[in-house]
């Protein structure tokens, strides 16, 4: 299996992430009035850029300087976080911490400690292959409003289109990107902490400087890692 570089969220926290979509279209023939018209395909890819990443302690140079090592410029496999708070469809309507929970018989962890859940929770509510640019999604608890949210899955990142579909619980939505590997019935999304499986958009992305003050502020921008997807599923890797 290959191996995935983790973006430390916590410690390097961008002041502005812009993830956006890039649809991929192709020419269709020409109109009666000589315009090309636009067909859109299930190609497209995310690109998504992280801004004012302030490093200054030495732990945030640090953990930049072995991200970069770790990925070796463009080859590498990094999973970022997309925060997309400004979105999530929390049940309350705003911003939700994650909640402090027990294990399913009410115990902590050995040292007494419980874990970190998020207050979000949407399931696949019917199975979808590869390529498939729909999804039903089943709420548990969650905002009853799918439209226009992201969520991932084994980190592969979606963003949702307006509903096809409302029964119940049930939505149905168009996905952006295709579906990158298959997702199964009743297999839990993450829409509280999205994230997406990307490669650094240069090779040389994460040069960083340091200056009289310690103090300097980055950026650095992604492309999601499709070459990743496709050899997965041609059977290339595991």
């Not at 911490?97 to 970190?116: M, N």
Request: net charge negative.
């Amino acid at each position: 299996m290959a191996e995935f570089v983790m973006w430390p969220g916590d410690v390097l926290r961008p002041g502005e992430i812009l993830p956006n979509p890039v649809p991929f279209t192709r020419g269709g023939g020409r109109t009666i009035n000589g315009k090309e018209r636009a067909l859109r395909t299930d190609r497209g890819f995310w690109h998504i850029a992280m801004n004012q990443i302030v490093l200054y302690e030495k732990p945030q140079r640090r953990a930049w300087n072995a991200i970069r090592t770790a990925l070796g410029g463009r080859a590498g496999l990094l999973v970022i976080p997309v925060w997309s708070k400004d979105t999530a469809p929390y049940g309350s309507g705003s911003i939700e911490d994650d909640l402090l929970t027990t294990h399913s018989d009410g115990t902590p962890f050995s040292d007494g400690t419980r874990y970190s859940q998020g207050s979000i929770s949407v399931r696949c509510a019917a199975g979808v292959g590869i390529g498939a640019t729909t999804v039903k999604l089943n709420i548990l608890s969650a905002e009853d409003d799918l439209a226009g949210v992201r969520f991932s899955y084994n980190h592969a990142l979606y963003e949702t289109g307006p509903a096809i579909d409302i029964a119940g619980s049930t939505w149905t939505v168009p996905i952006f990107p295709a579906v990158r590997a298959p997702i199964p019935s009743g297999a839990d999304l993450e829409f509280n902490n999205p994230t997406c499986l990307v490669h650094l958009e240069d090779d040389r992305g994460m040069d960083v400087a340091l200056n009289a003050t310690g103090i300097t502020e980055h950026s650095v921008a992604f492309v999601e890692a499709t070459d990743y997807w496709s050899d997965l599923a041609a059977g290339l890797i595991t």
